[in-house]
Nanobody, 124 residues
Framework: QVQLVESGGGLVQAGGSLRLSCAASGRTFSSHTMGWFRQAPGKEREFVTAISWDGSNTYYADSVKGRFTISRDNAKNTVYLQMNSLKPEDTAVYYC?????????????????WGQGTQVTVSS
């Protein structure tokens, strides 16, 4: 059974940092682009960042560029999201998923095997 488990979320003050982890089990995703998305209450799931299978290419939403860093450890089947200079508007449930197909890395419809997410709350 394929599972993705996100962890590392929590409550942090504006300007603080968090490091999220996404551990996959049941299957290796070392050959897949991996993405992080987030969903705030009442809003659609939005793209945050993605990383190519070997880590050589990374992609970021404009809203997080320069503050967030995605990385991966294929030996551990794990993807990370380092979030610095957090803002209240970063508050959301954060999800990771492997890209299953399609052309666009920022389209959630091109990803599957979503985890349960981890809550990030940034207070002002």
């Amino acid at each position: 059974q394929v599972q993705l488990v996100e962890s590392g979320g929590g409550l942090v003050q504006a300007g603080g940092s968090l490091r999220l982890s996404c551990a996959a089990s049941g299957r290796t995703f070392s050959s897949h682009t991996m993405g992080w998305f987030r969903q705030a209450p009442g809003k659609e799931r939005e793209f945050v960042t993605a990383i190519s299978w070997d880590g050589s290419n990374t992609y970021y939403a404009d809203s997080v560029k320069g503050r967030f860093t995605i990385s991966r450890d294929n030996a551990k089947n794990t993807v990370y999201l380092q979030m610095n200079s957090l803002k209240p508007e970063d508050t959301a449930v954060y999800y990771c998923a492997p890209k299953a197909g399609g052309s666009y890395y920022n389209n959630a419809n091109n990803y599957d095997y979503w985890g349960q997410g981890t809550q990030v709350t940034v207070s002002s």
